[in-house]
């Protein structure tokens, strides 16, 4: 996948991570598909989205295009099938291997072959999540888990702490 090309951003769950990781794709320029299973959810984070961008443009961290585009450019949803045009899909719901396994094995069926898939896991193996998305005889296999692996990289540079105008260059340099 040619970096250049991401043009839409899919996270999934809408949490303290989705959100702010919908924010720093979205304050770069993104298109963000922001997917929860949650309503309620959706609508704190794009409150929290909301917030967080206010204060960061009046503490001048964010440039009014930033600050426009971060609160213009998220769309919400409550179905997976949102996320199908994403060229980078990062996943970001609740820390439990069965809960993740499902969600990569649905982003595998809907995305592009070439879509990169990430999960912001803090604990669980990306080997062992990206493994419900393949056929283990499959040279599927090995894609899978080197997007998935790769995209792991990409996702240290999407952490809301991280200075959004980083995000572009780390992305660069780890795909
Ligand atoms: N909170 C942190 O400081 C932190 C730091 C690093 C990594 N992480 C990791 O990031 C991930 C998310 O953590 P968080 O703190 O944002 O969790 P959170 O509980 O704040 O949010 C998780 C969200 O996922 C949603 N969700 C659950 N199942 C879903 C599904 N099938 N489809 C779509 N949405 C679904 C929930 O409704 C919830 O809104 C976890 O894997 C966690 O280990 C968290």
Known sequence: MDVSAIQMIGVIGAG???SGIAQV???NGYQVRLIDVDQ?????????????????HSKEKLTDAQRDAALSQIA???DLTDVGGA?????????????????FRRLDELTAPDAILA???SSISITEIAAATV???SADEVAALARSM???LVLNACDPRCNPGVFGELTLMTM
């Open 25 to 27: 794709c979205a304050a």
């Open 119 to 121: 999960s912001n896991t």
């Open 40 to 56: 309620a959810a959706l609508d704190r984070a794009l409150a929290s989205i909301r917030g967080s961008v206010e204060k960061l």
């Open 87 to 103: 060229q980078l899909v990062i996943e970001a719901v609740s820390e439990s291997l069965d809960v993740k396994r499902s969600v």
């Open 150 to 152: 790769r995209a792991d």
């Open 135 to 137: 056929d283990a005889s």
């Open 76 to 78: 919400t949803g409550l």
């Open 16 to 18: 303290t991570m989705g």
